[in-house]
């Protein structure tokens, strides 16, 4: 089973090509629907959302879980509505929390998402994410 976890509505409805469909249940105060092969839950943005996503993670085994959202890039080349899969997420808010503030993907899973977007036509780079 696939978990998503994404923090706005509007890229929940990304997981499903626009509008997402209702939520099969609640967990933690926030939405999630589920399907065959993947559940999508929306998170909220902020602190919490590493609770509610804990909270999914006790209630479903996942084979992987990816975490999609919309944000913003400044770097050479990109362009409005270009897909980049991080090789890493630097969480500056943990920098100096004795947790990892550097958290690297799964390169197998890395490499299976920017060949399936090259596949369908997407514009697609590598690169780092940093959160605050």
Do not use: K, W
């Not at 099969?24 to 602190?47: F, H, K, M, W, Y």
């Not at 006790?58 to 975490?67: I, M």
């Amino acid at each position: 089973m696939i978990i998503v976890f994404a923090a706005m509505d509007s890229e929940v409805g990304t997981c499903f090509a626009g509008a997402a469909p209702a939520p099969t249940q609640v967990i933690d105060g926030n939405p999630v629907i589920e399907s065959d092969a993947l559940i999508v839950c929306r998170t909220g943005i902020g602190p919490r959302s590493a609770e509610v996503a804990g909270a999914v993670l006790q209630r479903y085994e996942a084979s992987a879980v990816l975490s999609v959202g919309i944000a913003g890039g400044l770097a050479a080349g990109l362009a409005i509505g270009d897909l980049i899969i991080c090789t890493h997420v630097d969480r500056e808010s943990h920098r100096h929390s004795g947790e990892a503030s550097t958290l690297f993907c799964d390169a197998s899973l890395r490499r299976e998402g920017v060949d399936v977007a090259r596949a369908i036509g997407l514009q697609v780079s590598e690169g780092s994410s940093l959160t605050v």
